[in-house]
T-cell receptor, first 114, second 109 residues
């Protein structure tokens, strides 16, 4: 099935541990994004990548890092997890040639940091 | 600062019509999006407005007034499956999306 695949679906993590959330897309979209979604708040952009080999910081980048070695993969790493990083994380992609800028989302990764 | 305002929760009856409002204040404007998000699932695209006026797509319509910083999503002939959160988002001058917190729509039989 074409689209975006995220892993893991959910994870409970001890504070201080390192964690990588994986994201893979097969739509050959150049642009990819990582968002976090918390109750009562809108989606907040963590990091983005406009094309393979480039990344940029979003609204809430602290404590997170990303890489974009190729078009398909865009992993998000928490170097040393803290409880405030408990959230639902969504990976998304878009086709810059699409004038609407529609985002396609993965199913999300629910992360709990204890 | 930039912000998007939409009601936290709304309740409507199956078969009825509901209008979900969204007001925005952003630095620049490059379009407004509505997404639907069922509980525990990913957001899915509903509509995109960049010019003033009404865009109709089946039972869903979206309206935009750029001068008023205002949009609404109109859902007709409500079905139980329309129970979801509806997210409003604006693309700013840098083409970054600013998201509202979402409106949870509860449909009652």
């Amino acid at each position: 099935i074409a689209g975006i695949t995220q892993a893991p679906t959910s994870q409970i993590l001890a504070a201080g541990r390192r964690m990588t959330l994986r994201c893979t897309q097969d739509m050959r979209h150049n642009a990819m994004y990582w968002y976090r979604q918390d109750l009562g708040l809108g989606l907040r952009l963590i990091h983005y990548s406009n094309t393979a080999g480039t990344t940029g910081k979003g609204e809430v980048p602290d404590g997170y890092s990303v890489s974009r070695a190729n078009t398909d993969d865009f992993p998000l790493t928490l170097a040393s997890a803290v409880p405030s990083q408990t959230s639902v994380y969504f990976c998304a992609s878009s086709d810059p040639t699409d004038n609407t800028g529609e985002l396609f989302f993965g199913e999300g990764s629910r992360l709990t940091v204890l | 600062g930039q912000n998007i305002d939409q009601p936290t929760e709304m309740t409507a009856t199956e078969g009825a019509i509901v209008q979900i409002n969204c007001t925005y204040q952003t630095s620049g404007f490059n379009g407004l999006f509505w997404y639907q998000q069922h509980a525990g699932e990913a957001p899915t695209f509903l509509s995109y407005n960049v010019l003033d006026g009404l865009e109709e797509k089946g039972r869903f319509s979206s309206f935009l007034s750029r001068s008023k910083g205002y949009s609404y999503l109109l859902l007709k002939e409500l079905q139980m499956k329309d129970s979801a959160s509806y997210l409003c988002a604006v693309s700013d001058s840098n083409y970054q999306l600013i998201w509202g917190a979402g409106t949870k729509l509860i449909i009652k039989p």
